[in-house]
């Protein structure tokens, strides 16, 4: 079963910063990675597909990078609805399992 | 605008099955997309369960494949859920959502819906 770890897992930051989430796979998964965001009390919502694809909707500001077993999500400037949790998602293997997610806090 | 709508029982007793059913709204499940069900537990993260195609082909989580049933209906634009002899370790939001092939990313999720497992 591959295993997806993200770090941090939790991490504080101020609107404007650059903020990047790190998600390693336990073995290589190729681009088959996907990040999604999660606010309190609602559901996940897509972010980027295949690594590095924005999904139509997310404003530019989101980014993701990597390839085989590390993979980054990048938020170029932290705007105030962009404190929630985050998620990588790996679609390589049919467990399709997620990293445990990152909290992001207002410093 | 896709719609997806989670119902069924918020609390099953230990040992019974798990059902669920997933509401499909402006968008026919016949055209394509894979269909999923995720699931959380209270404060923890997510899980796949499973995802079916329209004509019936089923992707499952091997950790869960031997208790997880998901079929689909397409006259009625739903799919469904069933998990068999749960605990309580199955307490948690389900979600079905729509799932794009190739990323097998979910692309629009329901709301979510709430199951306990206790007696």
């Known amino acids: 079963d591959i295993q997806m770890t993200q770090s941090p897992s939790s991490l504080s930051a101020s609107v404007g910063d650059r903020v990047t989430i790190t998600c390693r796979a336990s073995q290589s998964i190729s681009s088959n990675l996907n990040w999604y965001q999660q606010k309190p009390g609602k559901a996940p919502n897509l972010l980027i597909y295949a690594a590095s694809s924005l999904q139509s909707g997310v404003p530019s500001r989101f980014s993701g990078s990597g390839s085989g077993t590390d993979f980054t999500l990048t938020i170029s400037s932290l705007q105030p609805e962009d404190f929630a949790t985050y998620y990588c998602?790996?679609?390589?293997?049919?467990?399709?399992?997620f990293g445990q997610g990152t909290k992001l806090e207002i410093k | 605008q896709v719609q997806l709508q989670e119902s069924g029982p918020g609390l099953v007793k230990p040992s019974e099955t798990l059902s669920l059913t997933c509401d499909v709204s402006g968008y026919s499940i016949s055209s394509g997309y894979y269909w999923g069900w995720i699931r959380q537990p209270p404060g923890k993260g997510l899980e796949w369960i499973g995802s079916i195609y329209h004509s019936g082909s089923t992707y499952y989580n091997p950790s869960l494949k031997s208790r997880v049933t998901i079929s689909v209906d397409t006259s009625k634009n739903q799919f469904s859920l069933k998990l068999i002899s749960v605990t309580a370790a199955d307490t948690a939001v389900y979600y079905c959502?729509?799932?794009?092939?190739?990323?097998?990313?979910?692309?629009?999720w329901g709301q979510g819906t709430l199951v306990t497992v206790s007696s």
């Open positions: 959502a729509r799932v794009v092939p190739a990323p097998m990313a979910a692309g629009y």
């Open positions: 998602q790996q679609s390589y293997s049919t467990s399709y399992s």
